[in-house]
């Protein structure tokens, strides 16, 4: 079963690298309140061209190198 996220992008700066931010909401163990947490996730981005700020959708996939196991799968505006 493959793992997807949806994310925003916020770095560009490596060569067919994207690293995108994922977000959840996550209950404080004592206090119940919902607490925000986040994922900084390195995704291939092959052939898309892309932009800081945009919100994309990756797919977990085979080990692209050591960091990377993801890829952009669509651009969602």
């Known amino acids: ?4 996220f949806i994310g925003k992008i916020i ?9 995108v931010e994922v977000g959840r909401k996550q209950p404080h163990p004592l206090y119940k309140k919902l607490l925000r947490r986040s994922s900084k996730i390195k ?4 052939e ?9 959708k990756i797919t977990e996939t085979k ?3 050591k960091e990377k196991f993801f ?7």
């Open 43 to 46: 995704a291939d981005t092959g």
């Open 63 to 65: 080990p692209i190198s």
């Open 1 to 4: 079963m493959k793992r997807t």
């Open 11 to 19: 770095s560009l700066k490596m060569n067919k690298t994207a690293v």
């Open 71 to 77: 890829i952009v799968t669509k651009v969602i505006k």
């Open 48 to 56: 898309l061209t892309l932009i800081v700020g945009q919100k994309v």
